[in-house]
């Protein structure tokens, strides 16, 4: 059976925040043990996701409580995270899941959503609160590629994949990535401009980050995979977004979809991106392209 299991590394040594982290993972592992892997009735799963959701609300409070406690100087651009997760995030999710009666696509994707999520939040998030990592990048300068590279994108992937990441240099149209796949996130900014991700990477190397994520093992791509990889990559645009001048939460995701071969190389003829960085991880490889464009006019 597959297990969404608890990390120790995901600590961040505040009892009350870390005891509640757990809890949450646990109420994601019961959804997938009992509708995914038992494929019992969907009230199991309703009662499940209430439970999640009426227990992430408690968990936002208490965790907002505990920073305004030591005056943590973030809170307000962190209390907007979870203001979006309890009033857009998890309301769509469950008018998705209504809407098609708990059909397994829609349950994979709560899944994958919550738990992505859930880890890119603790890792890049709720660490800073505790200073174990910076949650002020307004000294990082876009333009500075070394220091965008190492506090926005390498630390975050080190912490949450392993530190065998890493930065390898400039990454090229033509360098070749076996059995490579073509993610694009787009991302519409607060006054129209655009920040686009795109990560180049091979299958079997994607389908290990997500098994990093959820200690567990994926043979193929899913539903599950796809939307954890989005999550996680939506808290690493919003460190990038205050390079970028914007508020950490001023992104939000207008488009995700794969490309085929064909499309990435003519985007890349049209248009060479601002950043097209490659890294290592141990004998494979994987490059991520970032570019921000203007507002239309």
Not at 49 to 59: C, D, G, S
Not at 64 to 78: K, T
Not at 109 to 125: A, Y
Request: with cysteine; charged share 25%.
């Amino acid at each position: 059976m597959q297990q969404i299991q608890w990390q120790d590394r995901f600590n961040i040594g505040v009892e009350i925040v870390d005891r509640a982290h757990q809890r949450l993972f646990s109420i994601v592992q019961k959804i997938l043990e009992l509708y995914v892997e038992r494929h019992e009735d969907q009230f199991a799963c309703v009662e499940g996701i209430k439970y999640f959701k009426a227990y992430a609300i408690k968990h936002f409070a208490e965790e907002e409580a505990y920073m305004q406690s030591i005056g943590y100087p973030g809170y307000l651009a962190h209390k907007r995270i979870h203001d979006r997760m309890k009033r857009q995030t998890l309301p769509a999710l469950e008018r998705e899941l209504y809407a098609t009666h708990f059909s397994t696509e829609s349950v994979h994707r709560f899944i994958g959503v919550c738990t992505g999520w859930l880890t890119g939040h603790i890792v890049i998030e709720d660490r800073a609160i505790t200073g174990r990592t910076a949650g002020d990048f307004g000294s990082i300068q876009p333009d500075d590629e070394r220091s965008v590279i190492h506090a926005v994108l390498l630390s975050p992937m080190q912490e949450m994949f392993g530190r065998d990441i890493q930065f390898a240099g400039s990454f090229s149209p033509e360098d070749k990535i076996a059995d490579a796949r073509h993610y694009a996130l787009t991302y519409l900014g607060p006054e129209g401009q655009r920040l686009r991700f795109v990560l180049i990477i091979g299958e079997p190397l994607m389908l290990r980050a997500a098994g990093a994520i959820f200690e567990m093992e994926f043979h193929t791509m899913n539903e599950i995979v796809r939307f954890a990889i989005q999550e996680v990559a939506q808290h690493l645009i919003q460190r990038a977004a205050a390079c970028f001048g914007a508020e950490s939460d001023a992104y939000q995701l207008e488009e995700d979809r794969f490309l085929t071969s064909e499309e990435y190389k003519q985007s890349c003829t049209e248009h060479s991106p601002q950043y097209s960085l490659l890294f290592r991880v141990r004998h494979d490889c994987f490059a991520l392209c970032i570019d921000q464009s203007p507002a239309h006019t």
